[in-house]
């Protein structure tokens, strides 16, 4: 089993599937991005990841300028 980890002492919400623009069902139902809200704990910041469903690499990570609680929807 394959596994995304958002580091030391990094703690996310909720994940959110989105699915890639475009795709099908014969794309497989991995086909699209995992977006989660991530705090760390450490440096007392929050940025949003965007993790590749299929392959579980992150693409991209946004800091955010203030942190986001835990719950936020």
Same mark, same amino acid.
């Given at each position: 089993?394959?596994?995304?980890? =958002? %580091?030391?002492?990094? =703690? %996310?919400? $909720?994940?959110?599937?989105?699915?890639?623009? %475009?795709? @099908?069902?014969?794309? %497989?139902?991995?086909?699209?991005?995992? &977006?989660?809200?991530?705090?760390? $704990?450490?440096?007392?910041?929050?940025?949003?990841?965007?993790? @590749?469903?299929?392959?579980? $690499? &992150?693409?991209?990570?946004?800091? &955010?300028?203030?942190?986001?609680?835990?719950?936020?929807?």
């Amino acid at each position: 089993m394959t596994k995304f980890m =958002y %580091g030391d002492e990094k =703690y %996310g919400g $909720e994940p959110f599937f989105l699915p890639r623009d %475009g795709s @099908n069902s014969s794309d %497989g139902e991995d086909d699209g991005y995992i &977006l989660a809200f991530v705090h760390d $704990e450490k440096a007392w910041k929050s940025e949003l990841v965007i993790v @590749n469903a299929k392959s579980l $690499e &992150l693409e991209a990570s946004v800091k &955010l300028p203030s942190r986001v609680p835990y719950g936020f929807h």
